[in-house]
């Protein structure tokens, strides 16, 4: 299984990216995949994801009408599209999957069963 992230880089404030996460080992209809990250100092968060089966989508609040996730089930590959961003937003994104059993812990790292290797947004002027 090999999640490999792509897209991170430096943006000015309002600017926006695109993250890819590309899959292998696994079709990504059997798990939730989405998006944690982590700024220094500070624990890694959850940022969006998308639901096994039903592809439900879930965003954080602070991250909620600015970011998009969407699902290529022909690549095997998620992507986030990050507009709108701001400085808050400088951090390492992480690529994740796994099984969710209750929605209410997604936006914890606990049921990650498979990270990808991060990659870094940075959004200064």
């Known amino acids: 299984v090999q999640l490999q992230a792509s897209g991170g880089g430096l943006v000015q404030p309002g600017g926006s990216l695109r993250l890819s996460c590309e899959v292998s080992g696994f079709t990504l209809s059997y798990y939730t995949i989405g998006w944690f990250r982590q700024a220094p100092g500070k624990e890694r968060e959850g940022v969006s994801f998308?639901?096994?089966?039903?592809?439900?989508?879930y965003y954080a609040d602070s991250v909620k009408g600015r970011f998009t996730a969407s699902r290529d089930a022909a690549k095997n590959s998620v992507s986030l599209q990050m507009n709108n961003l701001k400085t808050e937003d400088t951090a390492v994104y992480y690529c994740?999957?796994?099984?969710?059993?209750?929605?209410?812990?997604?936006?914890?790292?606990?049921?990650?069963?498979?990270w990808g290797q991060g990659t870094q947004v940075t959004v200064s002027s």
């Open positions: 994740a999957a796994g099984i969710v059993y209750h929605s209410s812990d997604i936006y914890s790292p606990g049921w990650v069963d498979y």
């Open positions: 998308i639901s096994s089966r039903a592809g439900t989508e």
